[in-house]
């Protein structure tokens, strides 16, 4: 089967309220939780609500096995700082929930986004499943690109989605003019996207900048 050659270049302004952990060559300080969140995650009607999420993600995913076992892992990622009120809630904050999914030969987590608005609701809807770094920001403008070098591929498809993403490695020195600081660096990932009942395997570039962090689909598309 021939390899399609892509290659595509966009630069995505960050937002600044949001703090992007990826494109650090290697994790920044957190910045310090405030007291009561830990309980409030760890709490059972919180946790039922995250797999609850992550229950309805397994169904929508295609391809994805129907008998993975899924738990609540309490791990988490800040974009945006927490603050709590004095009910025991957060009243403000963005973070990411990992919840792990085992079986069928596999192992890998599912991801829930947690948002509280203005209004300090609490709203959390599914991200796609995997372990890539890319923020929600950078997968939102990333994926209409990835669905587009797959369409080269399987000419007249209109059914796809991204099923996963896997972080590959960092690349490279650090990026000193870097918006997210000096110590960025690019970093490479994978995304398997399915497309009308085939998979393909998408390798992503992704490159802090002074504006933002661009990506870019570098070469081949590979059937999986």
């Known amino acids: 089967m021939r ?6 270049l966009v630069v995505v302004p960050m937002f600044l309220a949001v703090i992007s952990a990826t494109a650090f060559a290697e994790p920044p300080t957190p910045p310090p939780l405030p007291s009561g969140f ?3 995650i760890l709490s059972d009607q919180h946790k039922n609500a995250v797999l609850d ?19 609540f892992t309490g791990k988490f990622a800040v974009f945006v700082p927490i603050q709590m009120g004095e009910n025991g809630l957060p009243t403000s904050g963005i973070w990411k929930e990992l919840v792990s999914a085992t079986g069928c030969k596999e192992s890998y987590f599912f991801n829930v986004l947690a948002v509280i608005d203005a209004s ?11 372990d890539g770094l890319a923020d929600p920001y950078l997968i939102r403008d990333a994926k209409p690109m990835v669905l587009q070098a797959v369409g080269l591929k399987k000419a007249g498809c209109d059914q796809k989605q991204v099923i996963r993403t896997k972080f590959e490695e960092y690349l490279g020195d650090p990026i000193p003019t870097a918006r997210n600081g000096p110590n960025s660096r690019r970093w490479a990932e994978t995304w398997k996207v399915w497309a009308c009942g085939d998979i393909f395997d998408i390798a992503i570039i992704f490159t802090p900048n002074e504006k933002g962090t661009g990506f870019m689909i570098p070469s081949q598309i590979k059937p999986n």
Not at 3 to 8: D, G, K, P, Q, Y
Not at 54 to 69: D, F, Y
Request: some cysteine; hydrophobic content about 35%; overall charge neutral.
């Open 38 to 40: 830990n309980e409030f």
């Open 120 to 130: 300090h609701a609490l709203s959390m809807v599914p991200l796609i499943p995997g």
């Open 3 to 8: 390899n399609t050659e892509l290659s595509i």
């Open 53 to 71: 999420i992550a229950k309805k993600t397994q169904s929508q995913i295609q391809g994805t096995c129907q008998t993975l076992g899924l738990s």
